[in-house]
């Protein structure tokens, strides 16, 4: 894409910004700068120090060295405004009362807050971005896209045109959709055109170049490339992050085994009579856009979430309604979409994550693994799937995001699983670790693992996957496979009818 390459008045400068956690230099000597109407994307492996450079610009850390410039040459002060990945939303409150939280005329006798002018802005606001949706209706049953967008009109309440701001957006798009990325895009691009500088981080290359002017690469705390957009492509990003080109998963034709899950007229809260079968080798995708069920499948298999009908059978037995211990036992393993909440203890270190999960077959109920196998263990799998910094005695919450998601994998990768259960199995990990995680889940089904695999992200399942189901509205509407497996097939399936 061609964009407008005359200078810019700079907004933001950074200088030689330097940031150590004991030994482990996250920030080195990194210097940027954000220009108004620009968007400049900061991209990098696992543990370059992308995080870091946000919550240094939040103010969350100090600087070890190095300085934050936000008075411009016009002797304005830059308004720096945050969008974390968690959006920072209260669900259960609708678009008018999120926006104005903290600045509400009143409350009502239920709690609720008043106030038309507020629903008017609040309309406004949304409109200005070229969306236009109930701004009553509680955020949690708004789409991801929808709710970005809540977001981002919040951090940008109040801005008229003639303030210097710039919008910093921690990995977006994270768990969006085909069509919701290019709805979050537009709005992006909207927002920049009307002067604001937007800095943002994100794994998914495809979307800086659709969305970015600038492109900044950091390795290991340091800055190793800046390149317009237009003067690269996806290949040199990749290049430019990972150091090397990564190489793409050359999957053989599975000769799939027995059947391994069997599941038959399920139905959950979203789910509605899904049956499937997924056999030994198999790598079976789970595709649809949120709320499609999609989200809800692997847990009800697992035993984490409830399911009102139907049957589940694994390896020939008939699981009970949320036994995990019964799954567990059975050789199912659950990689789940939120980490954070339900795939890890953060303030367990990493080694005592890796051996949260007994293995029946090697050890002893009564047995405590002894803590210098347990090392070694750790070490094996952080050497297998890539974690940095080799700390396996680090508390896991000091782990970037990326090799977080490293060790939850490796969690149940080292039970040899029957059945592998992933959500999301590569969110937030850079694009050399994602090439690694996809060898690793082949190489588990070549073993004769069979996975079952829910992900967002439509390039992903067809990479890796053996045959993809698609769900709209909680059921199976289409299943992919052979020649019609492909990216664009499967976005084209997901959307409702
Ligand atoms: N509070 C902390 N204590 C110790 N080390 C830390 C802390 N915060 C970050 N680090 C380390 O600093 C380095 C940079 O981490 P950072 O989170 O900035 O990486 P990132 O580029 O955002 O990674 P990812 O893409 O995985 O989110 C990593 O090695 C990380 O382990």
Redesign the pocket.
């Known amino acids: 894409m061609s964009r407008d390459r005359s200078p810019r008045r700079t907004l933001v400068r950074v200088r030689e910004l330097t940031k150590s956690?004991?030994p482990?230099t996250?920030l080195d000597h990194v210097s940027l700068t954000v220009g108004a109407g620009e968007v400049l994307a900061v991209v990098?492996?696992?543990?370059?120090?992308?995080?870091?450079?946000v919550?240094l610009l939040a103010g969350f850390h100090a600087p070890d060295g190095g300085v934050i410039e936000t008075r411009t040459r016009d002797g304005a002060t830059t308004d720096l405004r945050f969008i974390h990945q968690d959006l920072g939303l209260v669900g259960t409150l609708s678009t008018v009362e999120n926006l104005s939280l903290g600045t509400a005329r009143g409350l009502g006798v239920l709690g609720r807050l008043r106030g038309a002018d507020e629903r008017r802005e609040a309309d406004e606001l949304i409109r200005r971005f070229g969306v236009d949706f109930d701004v009553d209706r509680p955020v949690e049953e708004l789409s991801p896209a929808e709710r970005t967008i809540v977001a981002i009109a919040r951090a940008l309440k109040g801005w008229d045109e003639q303030q210097d701001v710039v919008v910093v957006l921690d990995e977006p798009t994270a768990s969006l959709h085909g069509a919701e990325v290019d709805r979050l895009m537009a709005v992006v691009r909207a927002v920049a055109e009307r002067g604001a500088g937007i800095l943002f981080?994100s794994?998914r290359l495809d979307e800086v170049l659709g969305m970015a002017d600038t492109v900044v690469a950091?390795r290991n705390?340091r800055v190793v490339g800046e390149v317009p957009c237009s003067d690269t492509d996806y290949a040199g990003l990749v290049e430019l992050v990972a150091g090397e080109a990564v190489e793409g998963l050359d999957r053989r034709a599975p000769v799939p085994g027995d059947v391994v899950l069997r599941v038959s007229d399920l139905e959950g809260d979203t789910i509605r009579n899904v049956s499937l079968e997924v056999r030994a080798g198999e790598i079976v995708g789970v595709a649809g856009i949120l709320g499609s069920g999609r989200d809800e499948l692997c847990a009800a298999i697992f035993g984490g979430r409830a399911y009102g009908r139907g049957s589940i059978e694994l390896a020939g037995r008939t699981l009970r309604p949320g036994d995990l211990r019964a799954a567990i036992r059975h050789g199912a393993a659950y990689v789940p979409g939120d980490r954070h909440k339900h795939g890890a203890v953060m303030s367990m270190t990493a080694s005592e994550n890796l051996a949260a999960v007994r293995i029946p077959r090697i050890e002893k109920p009564w047995a405590r693994v002894r803590s210098r196998d347990e090392d070694r263990e750790a070490r094996h799998w952080f050497t297998t799937c890539g974690v940095?910094?080799d700390r396996p005695r680090?508390e896991l919450?000091?782990?970037?995001?990326?090799?977080q998601q490293k060790v939850v994998i490796a969690k149940w990768l080292r039970t040899r699983p029957g059945l592998l259960l992933l959500e999301e199995p590569t969110q937030?990990?850079?694009i050399g670790a994602k090439s690694l995680i996809h060898r690793l889940v082949a190489g588990s089904a070549d073993e004769g693992t069979a996975v079952l695999v829910a992900s967002s992200e439509a390039k992903e399942l067809a990479e890796l996957c053996d045959r993809v189901l698609v769900l709209s509205e909680g059921e199976l509407v289409d299943e992919l496979a052979g020649t019609r497996l492909t990216e664009a097939a499967i976005l084209n399936a997901s959307v409702p009818s």
């Open positions: 956690f004991g482990t996250a990098g492996h696992n543990g370059s120090g992308k995080s870091t450079l919550k981080i794994h950091l705390g940095v910094p680090m919450s000091r782990f970037s995001g990326g090799n937030g990990v850079d």
